[in-house]
């Protein structure tokens, strides 16, 4: 087991102050014994809700630059845990899941996880042998603002009452005020610090159906999408297993790959669609596209987020990679400006575009968007081979840019021949 350095310089990315700050407030006047002061801060907390198209609610996040985050898509807040989380997680019907929930916030994916596999009354009713969730969040004002939010479902009650008992168990409140009991065949683990951390403590043992992973995006919590975390996150993974992003971010899909997965496009909502991950193909219910596969393969658009040590900071993290980059940039990968790869092997009317893009391909010796080596690159994406290579269409994400790559590095280390 892999111990954690300490950061004192890691700030993680949470809840907008004010909320933060008005927790905290709640907190310390139940610990002094105001037995009111629940409901004066689920009174005071409404100003700060965003309400979603689907009638549920979500919170902004701190500020980071100029702008901010909410915590769900304001498309649906219990919407988007459900299509892209609890119903691609494929455990309606089954009598034994193991759940793992990575920056579990307000709890909305599991309590949506509850609701697909039958609800409170299915739950209660023994329709269920057993089900474990182990909840990640790094902040516990955060887990206590869970339980003052209205509700998105009935099953939120549950999460709720999971939550309020770590928190009187920690010490951070006193007073029980949730009524609804945990079902004797449900176990919901609650673990409050850096994900990092708790990840790596989890023993090998421990092996999960489903892993939901949904931090802030990438660009703001690279930490918690880093090359090492999803490497862990995978030996964590049963052998049928799956993990669920709303991302479809390049360097989290290779990650992804390079951890071993089969990866895929997931549900889309608002936004672009998610990430599906397994050790099996057929846990993958659709093929990344053509584009995505190309730029993740050739460009360095698809360069991980790296936290060899798992402790670096959000913004270390980010300058790292950019600097790793522009030092490949070129050289052992094609630039991703202006989308280099996704010319490969094709026409072009615009003559601008295509100068910028030729430019780009100079330093691999390709002078031509349809020569033989564009189109060797992309061969493996095509039904019927175009480069003489004998080779059709290879049949997952994985094998296609896993090959792509392969023969970039061919191109790069001057082997290619015609």
């Known amino acids: 087991m892999q111990k954690i350095k300490s950061n004192t310089d890691y700030v993680p990315l949470t809840l907008q102050e004010e909320i933060i700050q008005l927790v905290r407030e709640w907190s310390s006047k139940e610990k002094q014994g105001d037995i009111n002061a629940r409901l004066f801060a689920a009174n005071r907390i409404k100003e700060f809700l965003v309400k979603t198209d689907d009638g549920t609610f979500t919170f902004k996040s701190e500020s980071r630059g100029d702008s901010s985050e909410t915590m769900h898509t304001t498309h649906g807040a219990l919407s988007e845990a459900r299509q892209k989380f609890a119903e691609p997680a494929g455990i309606n019907g089954k009598k034994s899941v193991s759940i793992l929930d990575i920056c579990s916030g307000l709890g909305f994916n599991a309590a949506a996880t509850l609701d697909t596999i039958g609800g409170i009354e299915f739950l209660m009713d023994d329709g269920l042998e057993y089900l474990e969730m182990d909840l990640v969040e790094i902040s516990w004002e955060t887990l206590a603002a869970s339980i003052i939010i209205p509700s998105p479902s009935e099953s939120h009650e549950i999460v709720k009452k999971a939550i309020e008992n770590y928190l009187i168990l920690k010490g951070y409140l006193i007073f029980p005020a949730v ?26 043992i421990q092996k999960y159906d489903v892993v939901y992973l949904d931090p802030f995006s990438p660009a703001r919590t690279p930490e918690l999408y880093s090359r090492e975390l999803l490497s862990r996150v995978r ?15 390049a360097p989290v899909r290779y990650a992804l790959l390079d951890a071993g997965l089969e990866v895929g496009e997931g549900p889309a909502m608002g936004r672009n669609g998610g990430t599906v991950a397994s050790p099996l193909q057929k846990r993958i219910p659709k093929s990344l596209g053509d584009i995505d596969e190309r730029m993740i393969a050739l460009s360095d658009a698809g360069i991980p987020y790296r936290d060899p040590e798992f402790n670096l900071s959000s913004e270390k993290i980010t300058e790292n990679r950019q600097v790793e980059r522009m030092e490949i940039r070129g050289v052992s990968k094609l ?40 189109r060797y690159l992309v061969c493996p994406q095509y039904s019927n081979c175009i480069c003489n290579c004998g080779s059709g269409r290879l049949s997952t994400s994985r094998a296609r840019i896993m090959e792509m790559e392969k023969r970039l590095e061919i191109i790069t280390n001057g082997n290619f021949k015609n």
């Open 335 to 374: 630039p991703s400006t202006v989308k280099t790869p996704i010319y490969l092997a094709m026409a072009s009317d615009d003559v601008r575009q295509k100068r910028r893009v030729l430019k780009n391909l100079e330093k691999f010796n390709i002078d031509d968007l349809n020569s033989l080596k564009s």
């Open 235 to 249: 030996s964590l993974l049963k052998d049928d297993g799956i993990i669920l992003t709303y991302t479809s971010a």
């Open 179 to 204: 009524e609804t009991e945990i079902p004797d065949s449900v176990q919901i683990r609650v673990h409050c610090d850096d994900a990092r951390k708790i990840i790596m403590n989890i023993p090998e």
